[in-house]
């Protein structure tokens, strides 16, 4: 068959027959002008491109030929520009590298691959759909709090007893979600950092994760892991642990607060990355459906 | 219960349960840099915004403090621009306007309603997501045809008796995608235009696809729709009928190729629409899992 | 004769004269990435957009064909974006608008002529080649001060008396830069804000400036005029004035501190705007020659 | 003395005081959106980005606050972006790289010193105005021809005669244009290639203007030199050798059109950089005074 549609695949089936209800979660950020990112990427921007007023001004389709569009018929459209980074969003392979070659998972380096156009491998274009069982992992619950506390490193103790908590045992197809409250304040980054900056995923956690087998993750906050480093010399040890060393897939500011409220722990997870040739990441929209 | 989550929806559930293998159909066109869009949008323009050379040159971070960087870390990422309208994409509510008031569905006027920075109401902030039952109505396969000629209106008749011919009746919650073929040659639109430039559902196709109660529609084409319009003084019919009149939701560029090799004609149609909020679309991956 | 120089003019040959040294003054604030600019205006954004190592990574020319370049030639380029005020700059006639027809001088609507990619008259293309005799009024130094206090407001008998104490009789062919000292702090626009915030040309002093019949005038300042806006109702009534009403343009954010170390009063100024069609502005490198 | 003005410069005063009549030639191609451009760099875009429509639609400032703005004041700005190398410009010193190390002139390496935000040396921010007498050599008016036909070689003999036929001799100090004669069929470049493409200045003819010792030449051509390369192996060798070797700054695009038309030969010369940090050139526009 010359079809490029994937095998099949028993899991992904099982995971489709998770959902009751059919209720959906949004767990993204949203998408706006302006909102808070990374201070290193560039800022999202959207300006008008084309209205009904600059196509009559300019004479411009489809207000060029008298005749032709007496409904007064017109289009709007934007400039849109900023990193794939910005809100929920997904790191593709390419988007962390080490050592002296400069190298992201696979021990490309980017000498010979990266251009002025982005990633030539290891990119966004290899970003698969992803579907399967989601399973929250609510830390600051099962500590009895909100929110956790700046700087907090949830380490494997935690991420193990909020399963066990949950009744969930992780397999390899699972898609893991590490919550710490955080977008309770979500967009005041300025609240997010007093009450809760810097929380994250410690190096025994990340380990933890590996172990079990899973090929993405995902947590509430801009940086997945704990920070600062608590490792000397190496200033993001799990995204170098994770993404370039194994391979997994780190998500970003996934807003896991309405499936917490509701004590949601599995469910359907679904997000589908844009696959941008080049692109370091994809922003994201993913669901969880109950 | 504070959740923002979505009311159950048994339709839904129903969707989720038609995959018998898993196999999962990527209906996208993929992205990349300067890739062929319509001309009166920007192109998308992809450019490496942080690369580790350029970290190490600048004395950026992660290389701006000498012994908090001994693995060599660094990080890659990007400044995309361009239109929401690239490659697979929806169009919001607020993508088309009418009259001398220019307004688009519901009667909102660009006038009040429309900024530098995108549209204040029915614009891509408002997009939900989309997982229902997927119907592909494959007009050439019908007509025993590889590919639409340049400029075949499809009408009522021929989605009518796609649909017979595929053994299947049309219900308010499908999501109804029509082939003309073109995307067997994507992406060279030189050779789109010459073989099938301009195919696509006329007035009265689109007048069948409203009486049966659909939210989305979908087509292979960059346009949906029939060019150049049959109707004197309207230059986008169809536009106006279905997204401007009725609020159905447009998808254009959605490549049915795979799908109709294989010959399935209803799936899992799910695709998670960006939530910009001013954006009038949005780029999307929809997939089809059977 | 065909050409399109413009016609003799015995008031430049003049102020060619002056210059006794021909040393350089660069009256310009520089320019770089994410520099100082006004909230309402996108920040100015320099990437790399054309590198060798992008070239080689990607096979791009001149790295395209073995044999070719045998010398290791390769160029390297930018991405730049903003507005077109940023640092030092001259306001077109389209800048400032009036009234319920959004009017700019000469009675121009913005409705019929801003389009999405400008305006289609009173724009940057407009701009002359300004050259002609410099005249700096240094307020401070009048009044014994370094910098003007926050919210000063520059009357007409500051500006007279300035020119007075430099002995100079303001011409209508001359430029005139008003002094309030705040690029003493440039670019600390946080002390600016602080020490000077808001001095400017207050209304007497902007009709004085009219009586003269001159046709540009610059501060160093970023809106020229004194600020909060003494004139209930009018948020910028020297803008207004000068610009909207008297087609005077206004340069904004020039830099007159090396001058007034020097005591210079009067200068050959030349400035060469960019005469971008549908641009409200254009950056610009004034220099003063004694 | 703290002033940062250029030292006296007495060959300065001597070309300030060449015109005589006082008539200004406007030597740039002007800008707009979408206009011809080198293909490696980026189309050179303007988008409408603050509007009164806009502001009110928005409830943005001037039209945020009741009683603040009676007079209906508005302003109109733009987001601009592109390369610095757009219409005529000159090129920085860090534009052209050559050999294994990727250095540029002085021996600068682009892996030191070319960021992810432009080169942090020998960029755009040390381009000094440029005054001085401008000397045109017109080539075709030479040679009895209204333009040179496509690939011909500007030589020595070509540029000695050139000047002979003017009657000047070039000094260092000069600023020398040489006419192809393209420009008149600007900015139709279809036509430009038909008819002139490729034509320029040789090894030769560029080895005799180093001998001159001038630092500043220029060239109504996209790329200053005769396409293609008459020199196996390297595709760019009057680059290479004016401005990588011997930091002879180049400028392109530079109109010669109605100097050539009204036999100017020599004229007062001004241009005057934007000193953007990164950048690796700047727009231009150099006027002759005559």
């Given at each position: 068959m ?21 209720s ?21 921007e959207?300006?008008?491109y ?51 070659e400069?190298?992201?998972?696979g021990?490309t380096?980017a ?35 909100d ?12 991420l ?28 005041d ?5 007093e ?10 956690g ?7 087998g ?10 997945f892991?704990?920070r600062?480093?608590?490792?000397p010399?190496?200033?993001l ?15 970003e ?6 499936l ?6 599995t ?24």
């Amino acid at each position: 068959m010359s079809s490029r549609s994937t095998p099949p695949d028993a899991d992904l089936v099982r995971s489709l027959g998770l959902p009751a209800t059919g209720s959906v979660y949004d767990l993204s950020t949203g998408w706006w002008r302006h909102m808070p990112t990374f201070a290193g990427n560039p800022q999202l921007e959207v300006v008008t491109y084309n209205s009904p007023q600059g196509q009559r001004a300019e004479g411009r389709f489809p207000f060029d030929s008298p005749g032709t569009n007496d409904v007064g018929f017109g289009y709007v459209s934007e400039l849109v520009s900023g990193s794939l980074h910005t809100g929920t969003h997904i790191d593709a392979l390419c988007h962390v590298t080490c050592g002296s070659e400069d190298e992201w998972h696979g021990g490309t380096s980017a000498t010979s691959a990266l251009g002025d156009y982005g990633a030539l491998r290891g990119d966004a274009s290899e970003l698969a759909p992803i579907i399967g069982r989601g399973v929250l992992l609510d830390v600051p619950k099962l500590l009895g709090l909100d929110v956790l506390p700046p700087h907090f490193a949830v380490g494997e103790d935690h991420l193990r007893q909020a399963a066990d908590a949950g009744g969930v045992t992780i397999t390899a197809s699972d898609i893991v979600l590490v919550r710490t409250g955080q977008m309770k304040f979500w967009p005041d980054t300025a609240r997010i950092a007093e009450e809760s900056g810097g929380s994250g995923v410690g190096v025994d956690g990340a380990q933890w994760l590996v172990s079990k087998g899973v090929r993405y993750v995902g947590a509430d906050t801009m940086s997945f892991e704990v920070r600062p480093s608590p490792v000397p010399g190496n200033p993001l040890p799990v995204h170098v642990l994770l993404l370039q060393q194994h391979g997994i897939h780190i998500m970003e500011w996934v807003n896991c607060e309405d499936l917490a409220a509701d004590g949601v722990v599995t469910f359907l997870f679904v997000a589908l990355p844009l696959t941008l040739r080049g692109g370091t990441g994809s922003p994201l929209r993913p669901i969880a459906v109950v």
